[in-house]
């Protein structure tokens, strides 16, 4: 089965702290890595994503992720949050490499907020 | 262009009525998706369309029908809805070719449905 786990629904940071934002993977095979980020009323943006190579992957908005193979890892990080980056935050995953389409398995999603 | 514009953004309807909603994008992209997603929920895939042709159905009930008259549109057509199906409908697209599994999905601000 293919899955991505969000293990917190609520993230709350200090702007100007540094923020994490966690995601497990399991999927057979190497996975296909994404983060997108939703705004109230809106559609989701992509952020991010890890395809091979470099396990930092740098983003929109200053944000960066880790992908971590021995602990089927993949956390969203920013050195210092801003309160504008408050927001739900989806990790998704994609298995089926070669194919021209694939499902795309949303994590239940991490919410966001960053006060002043 | 590098948006997928969705119309209405909001619609009210009641369970006798039909409507549809409607997606464009002019990216070049040939796959093209609808999503279901509840408030503070993962979206949901209903279909995929790659090459103007139904590729994924997620046994989504036949009072939800898809079309897709060419590549750059997408509408889903509903009628005798439920109080229930009321969510935010989100169109997305991708380049279908190539490396499928990696491509990005460009998300519109979606269409919300009010089922009365």
């Known amino acids: 089965a293919q899955s991505v786990a969000q293990p917190e629904d609520q993230v709350n940071v200090a702007e100007g702290n540094p923020l994490t934002v966690k995601c497990t993977y399991s999927?057979?095979?190497?996975?296909?890595l994404f983060w997108y980020v939703q705004y109230p009323n809106r559609g989701l943006q992509f952020l991010l994503k890890?395809?091979?190579?470099?396990?930092l992957v740098k983003g929109s908005y200053g944000f960066e992720a880790e992908f971590n193979k021995s602990q089927t890892s993949f956390h969203l990080k920013k050195p210092s949050a801003l309160v504008s980056d408050s927001a739900l935050y989806f990790c998704a995953v994609r298995h089926d490499r070669g194919s021209t389409l694939g499902r795309l398995y949303f994590g239940r999603g991490t919410q966001l907020t960053v006060w002043p | 262009d590098t948006e997928v514009t969705q119309t209405p953004k909001h619609l009210v309807m009641g369970m006798t009525n039909k409507k549809s909603l409607k997606c464009e994008q002019h990216m070049g992209h040939r796959a093209m998706y609808w999503y279901k997603q509840k408030a503070k929920k993962p979206p949901e895939l209903m279909f995929v369309?790659?090459?103007?042709?139904?590729?994924i159905n997620e046994s989504v009930p036949s009072r939800f029908s898809p079309e897709c008259p060419n590549s750059s549109l997408l509408n889903l057509h509903l009628h005798a809805l439920q109080p229930e199906d009321s969510a935010l409908y989100l169109c997305?697209?991708?380049?279908?070719?190539?490396?499928?599994?990696?491509?990005?999905?460009?998300f519109g601000a979606g269409s919300r449905l009010t089922v009365l």
């Open positions: 369309y790659s090459y103007e042709k139904l590729s």
């Open positions: 997305a697209s991708s380049f279908a070719g190539g490396a499928g599994g990696a491509n990005v999905l460009t």
């Open positions: 999927v057979s095979g190497n996975p296909y």
């Open positions: 890890y395809i091979t190579g470099d396990n």
